[in-house]
């Protein structure tokens, strides 16, 4: 990160744009809220709600994926939830 936030700082000092501070809080947001599928990251709105509780078997976990036409993700639950 400090090698990358080196490079780019003076391209958004001379724009005007990102202060390094800035540019850090913005990458550490995407890198903590990303979900991960078909090998790269995505920032989905409320998807990265999804873990912010552990279930009762810390060793399963949600999933996402791409539904068939590749335009959907699809996640799925790591335990049953009761409706409602």
Known sequence: LKQFAS???PIFAE????SEEQFRWAHY???SRCI???GGRHLV????LINCNEGP????VHST???SSGSNALTKADR?????
Do not use: H, Q
């Open 36 to 38: 991960w599928w078909g």
């Open 45 to 48: 709105p409320l998807l990265d």
């Open 29 to 31: 947001i995407l890198d």
């Open 15 to 18: 724009s005007g744009g990102l």
């Open 57 to 60: 078997d810390p060793s399963r």
């Open 65 to 67: 994926n791409l539904d």
């Open 7 to 9: 490079t780019i700082s």
């Open 80 to 84: 049953k939830y009761k409706k409602g």
